[in-house]
């Protein structure tokens, strides 16, 4: 396939770090990105108590922002800048808001139904704030079942991830978690903007290229579990080795 798009390299990028009670995460950031790029505290200790945390409202999981960057595609034989991909990284806290059947966020099965519990509790949400049905139909994109939730397995940890949100004005973020203990999932949203240089073939070429490159991208980050941890998801999982 002929590359529509140029930008950053994540194989070559400098490492953003955090140590999450002995978890540790390596993110890359490319130079060209670090003006654009939000990053918390590289030591996050005391994951269990609520006062480390952004947000905080019982109602939802508490949210520890740890990084936000920002990356730019260009086309490949120029320099015009197509669009935008978002991404935030944030550490968010379980407590009691996944569903009663969900007693490991390690187990597969477990965790498949806890992401398609976020996910309608998003519909919710969305369907709340639009009055329009016929518009809710038209734009809501939400994943019905666990079969529309994708596994991806990168670097010994396992993600889940699905396209969803409201696409009347703009296109559907894209949500990529994975547990790091089992209280606590690193969260990655990421959003894109612009890409509809062109057709509608074109734009949709363009798309597909850039999801590649968020691929990509959650490919490269790296995470060494704690050892009490790395032990718990070999207990319950038994598919993840040092």
């Not at 999981?61 to 034989?77: A, N, P, R, V, W």
């Not at 596994?151 to 699905?162: N, P, T, Y």
Request: aromatic share 12%; with cysteine; proline share 4%.
């Amino acid at each position: 396939m002929v590359k529509l798009l140029s930008g950053p390299n994540f194989e070559l990028a400098p490492i953003t770090s955090f140590n999450i009670e002995g978890t540790h995460i390596f993110i890359p950031i490319p130079d060209e990105c670090y003006e654009n790029t939000k990053s918390a505290e590289s030591n996050i200790d005391s994951i269990d108590t609520d006062a480390i945390y952004d947000i905080t409202n019982p109602d939802f999981f508490l949210i520890k922002y740890l990084l936000k960057t920002e990356f730019s595609y260009s086309q490949s034989d120029g320099d015009h800048k197509i669009g935008d991909v978002y991404a935030s990284i944030d550490l968010l806290k379980v407590d009691q808001h996944r569903p009663e059947s969900c007693v490991s966020l390690f187990s597969r099965e477990d965790f498949l139904n806890f992401y398609l519990s976020i996910l309608k509790g998003d519909e919710v949400s969305i369907v709340k704030s639009i009055n329009d049905k016929e518009k809710t139909d038209k734009y809501l994109i939400i994943p019905k079942s666990i079969e529309e939730i994708k596994e991806l397995k990168f670097e010994g940890a396992s993600w889940l991830f699905a396209v969803s949100g409201y696409a009347e004005v703009t296109k559907p973020y894209r949500r990529f978690i994975t547990p790091i203990t089992n209280n606590h999932i690193l969260s990655i949203m990421v959003s894109i903007g612009g890409f509809d240089f062109g057709s509608v073939e074109l734009e949709q070429q363009l798309v597909a290229e850039v999801d590649q490159y968020i691929l990509d991208f959650i490919k490269s980050i790296r995470i060494d579990y704690s050892p009490e941890t790395l032990a718990e998801i070999q207990r319950v999982r038994g598919d993840v080795t040092a």
